[in-house]
């Protein structure tokens, strides 16, 4: 959780991507086309460019901030607005400082250059209202109310990858996973997009995940990856309702990226019957309060299995394994 001892902006930032190009050694620089771009998914796919091993991309970028945050009567001075691309896979941060492009202040445009070496797969980028309060420098009042994607390797400008999957084998695999070498899976949701580890030392496992079909191994397949979107979801709005930002008054604050999807997603079965704030105070208030937790647990596990679509899932498996049975016996 994070408090914010000082006054900050209440209007909303927004941030915009209005054009894309890519770099390679020796080469000129491509401008990519709107294909590249997607403003309603606020996707960028740099895989899209025919420039081969290209190795720098430079993102033109503009964000709309409220006028009062450069209003001279308000509590802020000298206010910046700066990009910033972050990879927790990588461990990489860049940011660049835009440029206020009209009088009153709200406009403001620039470039971020990043290197395709310091991005894994997906990178987040936002932007960020910089300013001095009460005398002291380089505190955030206010950042972007949606983020953008940056994705180095897709050719489709989606953010429909709901999670990624990567098949390991545990017991010789990265040190946090060997403890876990009897699972045939584990959900991680600390990096930028929430990942199920699959355990390819599980006997079995390679061959469920790899059956298509309507037979019983593709049945299994489908009950199989319907549980771990499940597992992903319930994981996934632990890690959200758990770093949210607070408010001097102490009203938490969506959070950016997917963390704040999953939870304005998740909040109207988790506490129904609110609007999505109110849902947010409340599933808060119980987290951090004595009692209330425990018993929205069972609302939690609801809303994953609703988003996973485990009651269709399991009702068409049982179905296509009475038909099965039925047809070996006829």
Do not use: C
């Amino acid at each position: 959780m994070k408090v914010f001892p000082y006054p900050r902006l209440r209007g909303a930032v927004s941030l915009r991507v209005d054009s894309a190009r890519v770099k390679a050694p020796g080469q000129p620089r491509e401008q990519l086309d709107s294909r590249a771009r997607s403003v309603v998914e606020r996707v960028v796919a740099l895989g899209v460019a025919e420039t081969e091993a290209w190795d720098t991309a430079v993102l033109t970028v503009s964000a709309t901030i409220p006028s009062k945050a450069t209003d001279p009567a308000g509590p802020w001075s000298a206010v910046m607005v700066v990009a910033v691309l972050t990879d927790r896979a990588t461990n990489t941060r860049v940011t660049s400082v835009l440029s206020p492009e009209t009088e009153d202040g709200r406009e403001w445009r620039g470039e971020l250059q990043l290197l395709r070496s310091d991005v894994h797969d997906r990178a987040v980028l936002t932007v960020q209202v910089i300013a001095t309060v009460d005398g002291v420098p380089g505190r955030i009042v206010g950042e972007a109310v949606e983020d953008w994607i940056v994705d180095v390797r897709g050719d489709v400008p989606t953010r429909e990858q709901s999670f990624d999957i990567r098949e390991v084998g545990f017991a010789k695999g990265p040190r946090w996973l060997q403890g876990f070498s009897e699972a045939p899976w584990i959900v991680s949701a600390s990096g930028s997009m929430p990942t199920v580890h699959i355990n390819t030392d599980f006997d079995g496992m390679a061959d469920v995940l790899g059956a298509e079909g309507r037979g019983p191994d593709g049945l299994v397949n489908g009950m199989l990856v319907s549980q771990m979107a499940a597992e992903v979801w319930t994981a996934v709005f632990h890690s959200a309702i758990g770093d949210l930002e607070i408010e001097d008054d102490g009203t938490p604050l969506f959070p950016h990226g997917w963390r704040g999807e999953v939870l304005r997603e998740m909040l109207p079965d988790v506490v129904p019957g609110r609007t999505l704030e109110d849902a947010l105070r409340e599933a808060h208030r119980r987290r951090v309060g004595a009692t209330g937790w425990t018993e929205l647990q069972p609302r939690i596990q609801y809303a994953a299995m609703r988003r996973a679509e485990v009651p269709r899932v399991f009702s068409e498996t049982v179905r296509g394994l009475d038909k099965l049975k039925r047809e070996d016996e006829a």
